[in-house]
């Protein structure tokens, strides 16, 4: 079956940086392509930004644009998230996020359990 574990969240003063991890396993990984959601406390989930599956192509959310940087290692099954210069407001749980198309039965998307990232002095 499918997993989606992310790992690497905690509490961070403004500006400074965490890396999360998200571990892959149960599907092909190097053939999808992966993305990085948030939600925050009273607001709808969002997508922070999205990697092709060989991590020749990145999209970000405008309020991420140049602060955060997705990556992925096939080898490791494994799609990172490098967060600098955080602000309070990207304060949230952030989520590992892939849809797998499987033959007859068409495509599932799956979530991590998520990760709280939480940024105040």
């Known amino acids: 079956q499918v997993q989606l574990v992310e790992s690497g969240g905690g509490l961070v003063q403004p500006g400074g940086s965490l890396r999360l991890s998200c571990a892959a396993s149960?599907?092909?990984?190097?053939?999808?392509?992966m993305n990085w959601y948030r939600q925050a406390p009273g607001k709808e989930r969002e997508l922070v930004a999205e990697?092709?599956?060989?991590?020749?192509?990145?999209n970000y959310a405008d309020s991420v644009k140049g602060r955060f940087i997705i990556s992925r290692d096939n080898a490791k099954s494994t799609v990172y998230l490098q967060m600098n210069s955080l602000k309070p407001e990207d304060t949230a749980v952030y989520y590992c996020?892939?849809?797998?198309?499987?033959?007859?039965?068409?495509?599932?998307?799956?979530w991590g359990q998520g990760t709280q990232v939480t940024v105040s002095s």
């Open positions: 996020n892939t849809k797998v198309s499987y033959a007859i039965v068409g495509t599932y998307e799956y």
């Open positions: 149960g599907f092909t990984f190097r053939s999808y392509r």
């Open positions: 990697i092709s599956s060989t991590g020749g192509m990145t």
